[in-house]
């Protein structure tokens, strides 16, 4: 380890004094270089059909104009919506995964559960009442895993028939 170090220290010097030794002769000039009087400069180029690397030159590209001022704004207005607003949850007690238990939902209606948290919904029959049940809707297991994690049970829903 010793002998790099000193091998490096000695070889440094010597290179840095071996590269001056044969650039004594050059001078760098640092300042700016005077042309001389009646000397023109270069004619103006003329307007490519190509680029520098062959390619067509830049081109505007016509498309859809911006909207003015006297463009009316364009707004969402949801519709009106008669869902109610509850919680789900899921039990094996209901028989399939297509039926549900939805509290003052008429027996044998379609009901439509969505997910307030992710949007994911699912349509199910209204075949046993919700009225002992300490959700809104209850699912069957396999109808709630298709909208939310078993674990998250129970989940914010908008539903309605």
């Given at each position: 380890m010793m002998?790099?170090?000193v091998i490096t220290i000695i070889a440094i010097p010597v290179l840095i004094w071996s590269s001056r030794q044969g650039n004594e002769t050059t001078a760098i000039v640092t300042t700016g270089e005077v042309i001389a009087p009646g000397t023109t400069s270069m004619p103006p180029t003329e307007a490519s059909t190509t680029g520098p690397l062959g390619t067509a030159p830049a081109a505007y590209l016509g498309g859809t104009l911006p909207p003015t001022r006297k463009d009316p704004a364009t707004i969402r207005i949801p519709r009106p919506s008669n869902a109610l607003v509850?919680?789900?949850?899921?039990?094996?007690?209901?028989?399939?995964?297509v039926s549900c238990a939805v509290k003052d939902a008429p027996y044998g209606i379609e009901v439509t559960v969505t997910n307030l948290d992710n949007s994911r919904s699912i349509r199910c029959l209204a075949l046993s009442p919700a009225t002992d049940?300490?959700?809104?809707?209850?699912?069957?297991r396999d109808?709630?895993?298709q909208i939310a994690d078993l674990t998250d049970a129970p989940i914010p829903v908008e539903y309605f028939w």
């Open positions: 002998i790099a170090l509850g919680d789900a949850s899921f039990d094996e007690v209901i028989g399939t995964s049940l300490d959700a809104e809707v209850v699912l069957h109808a709630f895993a």
